[in-house]
């Protein structure tokens, strides 16, 4: 597959969020049109909802995972456990490159956004941003480990 890490990038300097630019790059690989991927990725934005909370771009790798290899039988613990384990692989990989999983952390906010609207899209807002590159980040995540021939290392158990 050729890199679509500058794909992610560019819908996030469109303006769509972190999680929006991550998720909506690589959804057609399952079948899934734009516009649907920029539905179910865009609550999860900011950290879930502006909250701060979990990095969009993290959640948008958890989701991709779930289109991947998600888990659809409630009885198939292994399967759970895949599930869950790729999800930790990759945030664990995140967290190495860019000190945390946590939005407010990562742009070095202190609590939760009083509001729930989004900031203005400047030239400044870029500048003092971590985001672009968080979104690359994750992008390059998703393809060095669920596009490639990544295999989970054996769960403890």
Known sequence: M????????????????CAQSVFATYADLFGMDKETALKIA??????IGRMR???GTVSAMA??????????????TEAKTATYEIVRVMSDKFAEENGSIICRELLGILSREKSATPSE??????NVRPCVKLV?????????????DYKLPVSEK
Do not use: H, W
């Not at 865009?42 to 950290?47: F, H, Y």
């Not at 899209?121 to 870029?126: A, G, L, Q």
């Not at 690359?136 to 490639?148: G, K, M, N, R």
């Open 2 to 17: 050729e890199s679509r890490v500058e794909d992610a990038i560019s819908l996030f300097k469109e303006g769509y969020n």
């Open 42 to 47: 865009s609550p999860m934005g900011a950290g």
């Open 53 to 55: 909370e979990v990095c």
């Open 63 to 76: 989701l991709l995972s779930g289109l991947k290899d998600g888990n659809i039988d409630p009885k198939n």
């Open 121 to 126: 899209r400047t030239e400044e807002y870029y």
């Open 136 to 148: 690359a980040s994750a992008a390059q995540i998703v393809e060095e480990i669920l596009f490639s």
